[in-house]
């Protein structure tokens, strides 16, 4: 039996729905267009998948409003990241809680990563197969809410973690590409950490310190990742999708090189036509792109 958080969350009106089921079915509410595409495809059709921050928003910085929050109190299950990524709704969280509704918590579950600052990183979706646990936890934790599809749902989970583990070889395999000296990051935040520790890459900067996107860099900080990125050679700075790219660019044209801007799936799926509109897709079209930038 796996141990739930009682917590009860926001939603969106849904960006990611579970096929046939209707009002009066199983609704589970995800944080993320990632968790939600995760949730969805465990379930098919026969539950409700409502997902809360929408694709193609900076979770970080998602704020949300009350008719959400009655939303939430219909769900039977909510899919939360942790670790401090839906930071904006630490407040209502807290002040919901004891309204019943479980809630998974996937971060804390997954062996999270330490920052240099002490806190641990959110960015756990970015290394598969971390991702591939919290499938089967979520396989898991729904499987609690209907003995009549818990089987269903376990299977689906454990068929949906294969494909996950599939994608994890395909992306190592694609990276292997790059030489062992150019397997060096640049982002615009700390959100490359798992990536970076599960194929074999330094992050030797970030232009927002911190696993946040809220934080702001100093002229000092800026100089010194210049300085930085001249002294390694690296070769591109990665951006969140979600995000201006205004520092980056700043950053690249202060070093006189050819660094190239490359946004990457960090935060959210992406729109339709993207290459990543569901997880599986995201992580091969973010290592398309890294290993092409540092390739070239």
């Not at 809360?52 to 909510?78: F, K």
């Not at 509704?101 to 979706?125: K, M, T």
């Not at 000092?220 to 591109?236: E, K, N, W, Y």
Request: hydrophobic content about 50%; proline content about 6%.
């Amino acid at each position: 039996m796996l141990p739930l958080l009682m917590v009860p969350l926001l939603v969106l009106p849904a960006a990611c729905e579970g096929g046939a089921a209707d009002d009066d079915g199983t609704r589970v509410v995800a944080s993320t267009s990632i968790l939600g595409d995760i949730a969805d495809r465990i379930v098919g059709g026969r539950a409700k998948v409502e997902v809360l921050i929408p694709a193609g928003v900076d979770p970080h910085a998602y704020q949300a409003s009350a008719a959400q929050a009655a939303l939430l109190r219909n769900a039977e299950l909510v899919v939360i990241n942790g670790l401090g990524l839906e930071e904006g709704l630490e407040d209502v969280v807290e002040g919901a809680r004891g309204d019943g509704v479980a809630v998974l918590e996937v971060g804390p579950a997954v062996d999270p990563l330490v920052l240099g600052s002490g806190s641990f990183d959110p960015h756990v979706w970015l290394d598969p197969v971390r991702m591939a646990t919290a499938v089967t936890l979520i396989g898991e934790a729904l499987a609690d809410l209907d003995e009549d599809v818990a089987a269903e749902w376990r299977d689906a989970a454990a068929a949906y973690r294969a494909e996950i583990l599939a994608v994890h070889e395909e992306v190592a395999v694609m990276v292997a590409a790059i030489p062992p000296a150019q397997r060096l990051l640049v982002t615009d935040h700390d959100s490359l950490g798992y990536f970076a520790d599960r194929y074999g890459f330094d992050v030797v900067g970030v232009i927002v310190p911190g696993g946040s996107t809220l934080a702001e860099p100093s002229a000092g900080d800026l100089a010194d990742l210049v300085r930085t990125i001249v002294a390694t050679g690296v070769s591109a700075v990665f951006v969140d999708s979600t995000r201006p790219t205004d520092l980056a660019d700043t950053v690249a044209a202060e070093t006189g090189l050819d660094v190239a801007v490359v946004p990457l799936y960090t935060g959210s799926l992406g729109p339709p036509g993207s290459g990543a509109e569901t997880y599986l897709s995201l992580l091969r079209t973010d290592a398309e792109r890294i290993t092409e930038a540092l390739t070239r």
